[in-house]
């Protein structure tokens, strides 16, 4: 993504970015947030060419309809740009901590069998539709879907995938710079294998040569913003509600596949001690506590679904915590 910047800050955000990926971050996000701040300080403070205090605080006001994560995600560029001028010697007022928590996460919900189905038929049925725009949205969508839950992706890892990522042939995928800057492979399983080598075939139909392997109909990158606001239109029409503290995450599905992983390791009678690291390695996790994690999630309901004792892992839960 190449920055479009207007204001004061205009070749010192250009310089910071280029920094950002030069250390391998895409940064594709926060170049989106830190545009809106170069429009916000071009609006606000049009005569101020360094970072005060009163400019970073009226940035880092809240507002009604704002969740503390989207706050928090809209303040950490602009936090990180601070901390850049400061290391290259001009003074900028850098927010702490205080002003954005970051937040609880709540217990992940973890789809049942039944609600994986219902929304890939609500994806299923999506209608086609004639207009440019969105000739490839009923094909992409559900398959998308699929490869997020049945290889235990990222949503921007899925989102992000690149036509050479993917070996058709031998069932791979490579995940490339993705969280930590790790690259990984990722097998498919030969159902999941077969369903995108039809899904390829049809989308090279209408885009033959195309750059990622999930494109929007012009040919780029679904947005972050687009694939939330998708999911949303497809839960509702698949019925699921809110479970617990909130409504079902499209990021739920990582979850759900690593939780289902472990139910099937033990149903299979595995020891999950010497399974963990193949799951935490197949996830990208940078250590192994965020595998353990997913330990943490399920002992109830590995009890009741299973009948087992889970009192030989409790050494490993009380220290996990969930920071992906």
Known sequence: ???????????KLTR?????????????????????????CAENFPDENMLTKELVTAWAHRNDDETAIAFRARLTPVREFARYLNRTGEKAFTLTQK?????????????SQSEIAAIWSAADHISPNSQTRYQLRHIVIPAMLRVL???????AEVRKLRVENIDLTNGKIFVMASKKHTDRIVMMADDLMDYCREYDRRVKRILPEREFFFPKSDGDAYTHNWFV????????????TASGAGL??????RHTFATHRLYQWMREGKDLMAALPYLSSYMGHAHMSDTYY??????????????????KYEALLPEVECDE
């Open 99 to 111: 002003y954005a928590k970051k937040p609880y996460h709540p217990v992940p919900h973890i789809y």
């Open 149 to 155: 839950y049945c290889c235990g992706l990222r949503p």
């Open 1 to 11: 993504m190449t920055p479009l910047f207007n204001g004061n800050f205009s070749e």
């Open 248 to 253: 079902p995450r499209l990021y739920d599905f």
């Open 294 to 311: 997913y330990i943490h999630l399920v002992p109830g309901q590995l009890e009741a679904m299973l009948g087992y004792d889970f009192s």
């Open 229 to 240: 606001v998708t999911f949303r239109e497809l839960r509702k029409d698949a019925g699921i």
């Open 16 to 40: 910071f970015v280029a920094e950002k990926n030069s250390l391998g971050f895409s940064y594709e996000e926060s170049c989106r947030i830190l545009s809106h701040f170069d429009r916000f």
